[in-house]
């Protein structure tokens, strides 16, 4: 389990870094400036962690169920920056709405960095001991502070192609969501299956589905009418 949480860290990792080649240099200074003052203001708390709580965390059901609610939001808010870059690459003219959306999506620079930089802070105060608290933390966040444009500035070097990098962080983002799978719900699920068919139920799922399509196909010719009378 300890291993999935460590490559899970790494990854996470990754995304975050791979997210900021997609900005601008000041706004990834700016996310780089947030994170070492979250590192510089949380040593407070790190200090109070024992090894032993971590693991109990790790092994707590209620709160790895909540944690994988949290890690499937983030996961999918991703991904659906991903998909909507690659609809704006091969679509002309979009709606506004639909322009809105991404650029929110772009903006958001992920969560999850900030649970695994004060793990790691944690563990730093593991590791230094006889070292004073105050010296790990603010070393750790000047480290935070200069690695973050660094390997932004690495990934979009090594990296070069715009629609490469996406293609990597889409999946990167989908081997996420796997292993979150295996280390929160660590075996267990939060509702106990049934043998039992529910048959309404069934047949209002279908009922969803087919009427989603028919009203996905009757916006979809009236919007080919459309360009064909405009191409006329």
């Known amino acids: 389990m300890e291993t999935v949480v460590i490559v899970m860290i790494l990854l996470v990792c990754f995304n975050f870094v791979l997210k900021q080649t997609y900005r601008k240099a000041w706004i990834v200074v700016a996310t780089s400036v947030m994170c070492a003052l979250f590192v510089c203001f949380t040593w407070h708390w790190a200090i109070e962690q024992s090894k032993s709580q971590l693991q ?7 709160l ?18 991903c998909l909507m870059a ?17 650029k929110l999506l ?12 004060f793990h790691i802070e944690t563990m730093c105060m593991f590791w230094l001991t006889g070292v004073e608290f105050t010296t790990i933390a603010y070393g750790l966040a000047a480290v935070v502070l200069l690695a973050i444009p660094a390997l932004t500035w690495g990934c979009k070097w090594l990296i ?4 490469l990098r996406l293609e990597v962080f889409f999946l990167s983002n989908a081997l996420i969501a796997v292993l979150g799978v295996i280390a929160t719900v660590n075996g267990k699920t939060a509702v106990e299956g049934v043998s039992e068919v529910n048959v309404g139920a069934f047949l209002g799922i279908v009922g ?3 009427l989603g399509g028919i009203v996905g196909f009757l916006r979809f010719a009236k919007k080919e ?8």
């Open 56 to 62: 109990d965390w790790l092994n707590n059901p209620t």
């Open 64 to 81: 790895m169920l909540d944690t994988a609610v949290v890690l499937t939001i983030e996961v999918g808010m991703q991904m659906a920056y």
């Open 86 to 102: 690659v609809h704006l690459m091969n679509t002309g003219k979009v709606s506004q709405c639909t322009l809105i959306i991404y």
């Open 106 to 117: 772009r903006w958001f620079p992920g969560l999850l960095i900030f649970p695994v930089l």
């Open 160 to 163: 070069s192609e715009k629609e």
């Open 208 to 210: 969803l589905v087919l």
């Open 225 to 232: 009418m459309i360009n064909k009378n405009s191409t006329l």
